[in-house]
């Protein structure tokens, strides 16, 4: 299985300020024939389901701010939101599906100072 | 828009089997590009996929290791949905369960559309 490993567990950032999530897998999820790493990261809410965020590591869902971008490739990718507001408090997941059994990191809980 | 409604007992005895159901609306069970999981989240282990079912011209079914032996997955065409069955619960098995929509188009998609999730307690 590949394992998915996000840092730091919890983070406190500042309205307005820049949240940094890493998620790191123990293989890599770059696709070669295609050039598409199979990563997504996703938001959730107490009460909720999770949210899907982004795909393919950096493309953003449709209604998803702009102030949330995804980065990287192979192995270590980065959420990076841009100007935290109070309604971004949530946990923040990384997934890849590049091979069954499709696996989770453990989350970050983002809060706000 | 795809929906997926989760119904099912939220109360199971040990040793009892665990069962839920997943409606879809929107899109269909039998569907070539989709594909129908179930996933669990708790303190312990976090987000944990468990089960997967899709229609290629047969049915496919794919399980997560650690509870391939107690897990079934089954699609219901007649009325498009999907269901859960785990056997033998313990109170490990007590947490958060959600069905999900995987999309397919010469590659997979990650989870796009969730139910609201069950809390599931095991207790007698």
């Known amino acids: 299985d590949i394992v998915m490993t996000q840092s730091p567990d919890s983070l406190t950032v500042s309205p307005g300020e820049r949240a940094t999530i890493n998620c790191k897998s123990s293989?890599?999820?770059?696709?070669?024939?295609?050039?598409?790493?199979?990563l997504a990261w996703y938001q959730q809410k107490p009460g909720q389901p999770p949210k899907l965020l982004i795909s393919?590591?950096?493309t953003r869902e449709s209604g998803v701010p702009d102030r949330f971008s995804g980065s990287g490739s192979g192995t270590d990718f980065t959420l990076t939101i841009s100007s935290l507001q109070a309604e971004d408090v949530a946990v923040y997941y990384c997934?890849?599906?590049?091979?069954?059994?499709?696996?989770f990191g453990q989350g970050t809980n983002l809060e706000i100072k | 828009h795809v929906q997926l409604q989760q119904s099912g007992p939220g109360l199971v005895k040990p040793s009892q089997t665990l069962s839920l159901t997943c409606a879809i609306s929107?899109?269909?069970?039998?569907?070539?590009?989709?594909?129908w999981s179930w996933i669990r989240k708790s303190p312990s282990r976090g987000l944990e996929w468990l089960a997967r079912?899709?229609?290629?011209?047969?049915?496919?079914?794919d399980y997560a290791i650690s509870v391939k032996s107690r897990i079934t997955i089954n699609p219901d065409t007649s009325k498009n949905q999907f269901s859960l069955q785990l056997n033998s619960v313990t109170p490990e098995d007590a947490t958060v369960y959600y069905c999900?929509?995987?999309?397919?188009?010469?590659?997979?998609?990650?989870?796009?559309?969730w139910g609201h999730g069950t809390l599931v307690t095991v207790s007698s």
């Open positions: 079912t899709y229609y290629r011209s047969k049915w496919y079914f």
């Open positions: 999900a929509r995987q999309s397919y188009n010469s590659a997979w998609f990650p989870f796009d559309y």
């Open positions: 393919w590591a950096s």
């Open positions: 293989q890599t999820v770059l696709y070669s024939s295609n050039n598409k790493n199979y």
């Open positions: 997934q890849q599906y590049y091979s069954t059994p499709q696996t």
């Open positions: 929107g899109d269909s069970v039998s569907s070539n590009s989709a594909a």
